[in-house]
């Protein structure tokens, strides 16, 4: 129990400081070394129907459509009392907006690749999109372990969410709306405080919300 709970803090205070080493390096360069090779590449791939897929993909990740679920979420919780979950998923909207704030000081400016009605506006590190893909799929990840009773329905809807989690960070460098430091710094931004939320989440459990 000791060395699985070490291991967890290790991996939480690298996790920490790697996330504020990329904001401060994507506040210094406007691009990372190999971002646009990568970006280029992951373009090359473009084709009719992957244009439609992965547009229809990202709107997941855009706040007008993925705030709104969230709120469900919220009042199906609080409905049938599950109030630390509720909380939880409250808290990564917070997180969300925080996040989105931080763009402006960052002052990154996006890649200049965008492809045909992708829509881009703002500045690009850490990717909005990319953030609330990792905070809400990743919250119901892990909220689907307590409601969803059958193991492979289950497991089904989990791994569901996780692909549907990467995939969105992928067609915001297939738009060619971020540079690929941009998906990560989100992913690493999410990652992190979905950790804290998770274990405020599990405190409040623990003392019967």
Not at 79 to 108: F, S
Not at 166 to 183: E, K, N, Q, T
Request: proline fraction near 5%.
């Amino acid at each position: 129990m000791e060395v699985a709970r070490s291991w967890k803090t290790w991996c939480f205070v690298v996790g920490v400081f790697l996330t504020f080493a990329l904001f401060v390096l994507a506040w210094v360069y406007p691009r990372f070394p190999g971002d646009e090779p990568i970006l280029l590449a992951v373009q090359r791939l473009q084709t009719g129907w992957l244009d439609t897929l992965v547009s229809a993909l990202t709107m997941f990740g855009d706040a007008v459509v993925a705030f709104p679920l969230m709120g469900l979420v919220i009042l199906g919780l609080s409905l049938a009392r599950h109030r630390a979950d509720a909380l939880a998923v409250a808290a990564t909207m917070i997180v969300m907006v925080l996040g989105h704030a931080l763009k402006t000081p960052v002052g990154r400016p996006r890649p200049e690749h965008f492809i045909a009605g992708a829509d881009a506006s703002g500045f690009g590190f850490p990717s909005g999109h990319t953030m609330i893909a990792l905070l809400f799929g990743g919250i119901l990840i892990v909220l689907a372990n307590d409601l969803i009773r059958p193991f492979w329905v289950r497991r089904g809807v989990q791994i569901g969410l996780g692909v549907l989690v990467l995939a969105i960070g992928f067609s915001r460098m297939y738009l060619g709306v971020h540079w690929p430091s941009d998906v990560i710094g989100a992913y690493l931004f999410a990652g992190v405080s979905l950790a804290v939320i998770l274990a405020l989440r599990n405190t409040l459990v623990s003392k019967g919300w």
